[in-house]
Each structure stands twice: as C-alpha cells, then as structure tokens.
C-alpha cells in the first residue's frame, strides 16, 4: 500500500470513495457534487488529500484534512474531517497509515495537533483513534449551528 498526497489531476479517482463515504454517513449519493466539492477544495487550497494506493493502482482510502488555527494554542490545528477505507480492504491497517501521513503533516507543518469529531454510533473509528494517540475530549462541549 502506498500513501500519496493527492493533486488536482487524481481527484477524478477519488470521487467514487468519497460518495461512497458521505453515503455511509447517512447522504445520497451525488458523484458530480463530490468531484464539484473535492476540485474546489483543490483549487482553492483549502485541504489537504491523502490517498491510499493498492498495489494495481487503485485508490482504496483517503483522508482528508482542513487548516484551522488555535488561538489559545497559539498555532496551527489540522482537522482530520474525512477518513474512509473500502470496506474490502478494511483491516488491513490502511487507516493507520493515513493517520500516519496526517501526523507527518501536522509536524512539516509545525501544527500544535490536530482533531476529529465522529458519530458515537462509528464503532470502529472509536475503537481506532484512540489506537494512533488521538484521547477523547471529556472536557468541552461541542456545538453545531445550522443554516438550514
């Protein structure tokens, strides 16, 4: 297996696991919207994509993080907000790896660390994170505010 940063050029590649990934969650499936929303992203450099690669080539997993700032921390704080593995190649310590790079970029880029929120119902992101170091936030609430 091997992990790569994503361009421009291979995001056409991962659009088939990302909507595979918003459908897990609960979304319908919208493959023109996930390209649409992932060249954005691109273009506009407001991610970072890591993509995992089989040995014919193939994209099997992704992760892909946003930039946020800390202002108690002083620093930089990476959110991983996406990470999917297909589901025949699960178990295969593919998502470590992609923790792995996250973390090989959150110290390139000098970040003060880096979070994840997901579903209390996600069993086996709960039984991985806090594997590769990531500690369950006891101390604060977290909110959301939606516009529609």
């Known amino acids: 297996m091997t992990i790569i940063q994503i361009t421009k050029d291979e995001v ?13 969650y609960g979304k319908d499936s919208d ?4 390209l649409r929303f992932l060249t954005d992203r691109m273009e506009r450099e407001e991610s970072v994509l890591y993509g995992a690669r089989n040995d014919s080539g193939e994209f099997v997993g992704f992760t892909q993080l946003y930039p946020l700032f800390s ?4 620093g930089r704080v990476w959110l991983l ?7 025949d190649y699960r178990g295969k ?3 470590k790896q992609l923790i ?3 973390k090989t970029l959150c110290r390139k880029t000098k970040a003060v660390g880096m979070m994840l929120e997901t579903e209390k119902t996600n069993d086996i992101g709960n039984n ?18 939606k516009t529609m």
């Open 81 to 87: 907000n996406d990470l999917y593995v297909d589901p």
């Open 93 to 95: 310590g593919i998502s």
């Open 12 to 24: 056409l590649q991962i659009v088939p696991l990302f909507d595979a990934y918003r459908v897990w």
């Open 71 to 74: 202002s108690t921390r002083l």
């Open 100 to 102: 792995n790079q996250a």
């Open 31 to 34: 493959t023109e919207g996930a």
């Open 128 to 145: 991985l994170y806090p594997g590769t170091g990531f500690v369950l936030d006891h101390e604060f609430n977290h909110y959301f505010w």
